[in-house]
């Protein structure tokens, strides 16, 4: 199994600038190696998304890095599609926009009732040795996320960044064991065991077992203010 990618540097910064109307830590540049996998994963529709995303909320490239941690560089290849990102550097990109991942992954819907067939979920497949499955459509307006995530034995799946202030997370094993951290805090979890925490904190997912670790997560984001929809040619 191919090891997890190291960033340049694991210090977390302490400023702060605001991103529609909430703080998000500044933290510093961290470089990765590596990607997502998966044939389905369209890599010019992510870059796009996340461009409009961006130029929706009057961020430059500079500023979004500057609020995720992702080098200018990076955002940049990304945003041309010419480079498939890590879950997690995805996952900080969505969080410095203020979003979900999901909403980078895939256009948003309108309707009142959406089924989402096995076949047709997005699956976010990290070289480190876990995936994120997201069982929920996005929607317009909406910042809400469940997914079911499945780390390997052994796997740490690294650090993600605070979400916005009001943020909540509600995780449940399904299979296996976890080792959640919350800050400076750490829960172990087992299969049957579930947890409520407050999203705007660093957390950490890594299963400490010998067998795969299965869990389910529901993120509630607060709705963004002074985001512009963008259409983009």
Known sequence: MPAAPEPSDTGWGQAAREVSGHLIPLLPVIHYSGG???????????????RVERIGLGLSLEELAGACGVSRSMLSEVERGGRTPTVLVLDR????LGTTLARLLREPVAERW????????????????????????????VEFEFMRTTIGAGVDAGVFTPHAPGSREYLAVERGRLSLALDEDRVDLAAGDSIYYAGDCHHGYRNPGRGTCVYYLAMDIPARSGHTVVSLP
């Not at 990109?93 to 410095?96: C, M, V």
């Not at 989402?116 to 317009?140: F, I, K």
């Open 36 to 50: 997502m996998g998966g044939d389905g994963l369209d890599v010019a529709g992510v870059g796009r998304r996340v």
């Open 93 to 96: 990109i969505a969080t410095g």
């Open 114 to 141: 959406v089924v989402l067939r096995s076949a047709e979920q997005d699956v976010a497949v990290d070289p480190a040795g876990w995936e994120r499955r997201v069982l929920s459509p996005v929607l317009a307006g």
